[in-house]
């Protein structure tokens, strides 16, 4: 058993009611899911933790302000295109925003298929764009670093909000925290929000890089060889993209960076299967080799 076969949030299950309603219903099926967040465990490095389930779109939060990062915005989108659900871009903090055409330019380079909505909290219409953007019966998770004002944006939706007023000091980003015990929330407008601590900052655990560099991808089908690793290869088609303006060298860099991210976390995830098959046959390494000993001594 991982830790992908017990329920999490957003799960769908089948339960027995108790006979008696004083006693714990018991959940006999898992139902299949058709998104799935894992994220690294601090510590034990090869293991995962499952964050939530079922969710249909991610909202990836990126303020305007200074904690805008299209390097960021890349990495949120290479794991939202590995789970399942949808990615949209919420900017937030736009009243805060040093360059916002230029900045919503950038944005739509990097964005791919994924809307883009902005978000000003301080104004009543500010939250306008995502409320519409928003269905009923469909699920949504918030996504992002600390301070870009995810809970404010949850507060409103909950219709429990005020507008932002002061200007945000550096320090308001960090030390206070809206921890919440709700972790599912129905919204009035028919929509469900899932915000989970686990979900608001997920690791690159799973990620589909390729998919989020649809641009680098196109350039390297004109790579002279089909294994190019696009950084001293002769004839290589990203490294003339860069070269020409075409393509930007911290994007270059960035895909590079996530693509070595991901081929080392494939690799602990290997691992992790591989320990776990031992455990299952033998109990353990150790019970694994004294095994192996004792077949290799009654050969002789
Ligand atoms: N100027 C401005 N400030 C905002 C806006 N939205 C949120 N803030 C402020 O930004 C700070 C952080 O907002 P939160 O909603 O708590 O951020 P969060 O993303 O939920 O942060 P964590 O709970 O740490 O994950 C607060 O001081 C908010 O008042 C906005 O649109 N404009
Ligand atoms: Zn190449």
Known sequence: ????????????????????????????????????????????RSDAQLVAANVDWLLLCMALDANFNLRRLERYLAVAASSGAQAAIVLTKA?????LAGQLEA????????????????????????????????TYAFLGSSGVGKSTLINHLLGGGTLVTQAVRESDAHGRHTTTARQLMPLSNGSVVIDTPGMRELGLLEADVDATFADIQALAQHCRFSDCTHQHEPGCAVQAAVASGELAAERLASYQRLKLEQAQNNDLRGKARENAKIDRMFGGKKQMKAFMKEVRHRRR
Do not use: Y
């Not at 009243?95 to 360059?99: K, M, N, S, T, V």
């Not at 380079?109 to 409320?131: I, K, M």
């Open 95 to 99: 009243d805060q925003a040093p360059a």
């Open 107 to 138: 944005v739509a380079g990097v964005a791919g298929v994924a809307p883009v909505l902005v978000c000003d909290a301080t104004q009543t219409a500010g939250l306008d764009a995502l409320e519409a953007f928003m269905r009923p019966g469909l």
């Open 1 to 44: 058993m991982g830790p992908e076969d017990f329920p999490t949030v957003g799960d769908w299950v089948q339960v027995r009611l108790p006979d008696h309603p004083a006693d714990a219903a018991m959940i006999e099926r898992l139902n299949d899911r058709h998104s799935v967040f894992l994220r690294k465990v601090a510590g034990r």
